[in-house]
């Protein structure tokens, strides 16, 4: 069994900065690719940041600029930095990943159980 588990969302003002962490745990062969996506009171889940297991990285345009996503292969963890966050930025933000469970075995999607990230005016 994978488990996500992420980290690091809380309450800040506008301009400010927050960090958020998810570590994956469990017995897997490999993770391919690693992301955040948030889901806004009364929207859509939409996509934030991804990142491939080889670096590169996909943005959404609203976050680009802003948001920075990283990856530690070793530690199967990946940050996304927020900078410069704004009141629509507020959202539950939930970690997402495609993991092999073995070899060349087909990839399953995993996700974390979500975090609260609250950005005040």
């Known amino acids: 069994q994978v488990q996500l588990v992420e980290s690091g969302g809380g309450l800040v003002q506008a301009g400010g900065s927050l960090r958020l962490a998810c570590a994956a745990s469990g017995s897997f062969s490999s993770i391919n690719f690693m992301g955040w996506y948030r889901r806004a009171p009364g929207k859509q889940r939409e996509l934030v940041a991804l990142?491939?297991?080889?670096?590169?990285?996909n943005y959404a345009d609203s976050v680009k600029g802003r948001f920075t996503i990283s990856r530690d292969n070793a530690k199967n963890t990946a940050l996304l930095q927020m900078n410069s966050l704004r009141p629509e930025d507020t959202a539950v933000y939930y970690c997402?990943?495609?993991?092999?469970?073995?070899?060349?075995?087909?990839?399953?999607?995993?996700w974390g159980q979500g975090t609260q990230v609250t950005v005040s005016s």
């Open positions: 990142i491939a297991s080889g670096g590169s990285t």
């Open positions: 997402n990943a495609g993991v092999r469970l073995y070899g060349l075995g087909p990839m399953n999607d995993y």
